[in-house]
């Protein structure tokens, strides 16, 4: 089974339209896995029927009993994070402020803090255009824990592509180098990195990169809306030249791209010009390297 993650050291580089070009490409023969659950837009373009849908449970939150609180304030004082004010002469816990780590509630001479387990989104598994599967989430609002939130969708997509039969997984990472980026990355087989050739594409593709390599996983490039700035993407050429990056492809800068996604397409089903050939061709790359 191959593992397929495409990743981008910044957004807006064109990562999650190309990866779902790729899907479509793939069609049957693939999982999909949209692992960018920070910011999770995939479903725009594989149009899911969200099937299944599981609650995500993941850290815990302090959580006060007013009944048994005796307002000594032992817990306000210990929590380095501020998280404990006094409101309407009440000691209460800020959701959006507390860590989870307990220590307020180790303090409490009156056992009255509990560190409740918390729902911090969902994970899906859905029916998606393609005729395949995807695996899905969305983190809830100022939520944490996006890496394990990760790791479960990865988990859910490795297991339905053994009960399947399926030997690829295609996997939309998140961009840049946090925790959801380490959690996609574990046990990818190859690494596609969508770059642009701007200063901030360069400078997040060569960080990007340096984790990749800590990983061991080998890695190509492709380098979209290659031509807005040819100086740039010459620099792009050697620096993966110098790291032995597989250059996959370059693909030109082109409205059809927006146009599509605002008809619900990938370019691949709205353009039957040279930027499908090109994703065609890189697909293929992909596949055998």
Request: charged share 25%; proline share 3%.
């Amino acid at each position: 089974m191959k593992e397929i993650v495409i990743i981008s050291g910044k957004g807006g580089t064109g990562k999650t339209s190309i990866t779902a070009s790729f899907a479509c490409l793939g069609g049957k023969d693939v999982i999909v896995a949209d692992c960018d659950v920070d910011a999770a837009d995939m479903h725009l373009l594989m149009q899911p029927d969200w099937k299944k849908s599981e609650d995500f449970y993941s850290g815990v939150l302090a959580e006060i009993d007013q009944e048994k609180c005796i307002k000594c304030g032992k817990c306000a004082d210990v929590c380095r994070w501020d998280a404990i004010p006094v409101i309407d002469n009440e000691y209460i816990v800020q959701p959006l402020d507390c860590e989870g780590c307990g220590y307020c509630a180790l303090v409490c001479p009156a056992d009255a803090i509990s560190m409740d387990e918390q729902n911090v989104g969902k994970w899906f598994l859905s029916n998606v255009k393609t005729g395949t599967k995807m695996v899905h989430a969305k983190l809830g609002i100022g939520a944490e824990n996006s890496g394990k939130l990760v790791a479960k969708v990865k988990s859910e997509a490795k297991a339905l592509a053994e009960k399947n039969n399926k030997q690829i997984i295609l996997v939309d990472g998140s961009p840049g180098i946090g925790c959801p980026v380490v959690s996609s990355l574990s046990g990818a087989s190859y690494v596609v990195l969508v770059t642009e050739p701007s200063v901030a594409g360069i400078h997040d593709l060569k960080r990007v990169y340096e984790l990749v390599k800590k990983f061991g996983i080998k890695a190509g490039c492709i380098i979209n809306k290659a031509d807005i700035n040819l100086e740039k993407t010459k620099d792009i050429h050697a620096f993966l030249k110098t790291e032995n990056i597989d250059l996959i492809s370059e693909i030109p800068y082109d409205e059809n791209f927006t146009k599509a996604m605002t008809q619900g397409k990938t370019i691949v089903e709205f353009d039957n010009g040279k930027i499908k050939q090109i994703l065609e061709d890189s697909w293929k790359k992909i596949k055998y390297l």
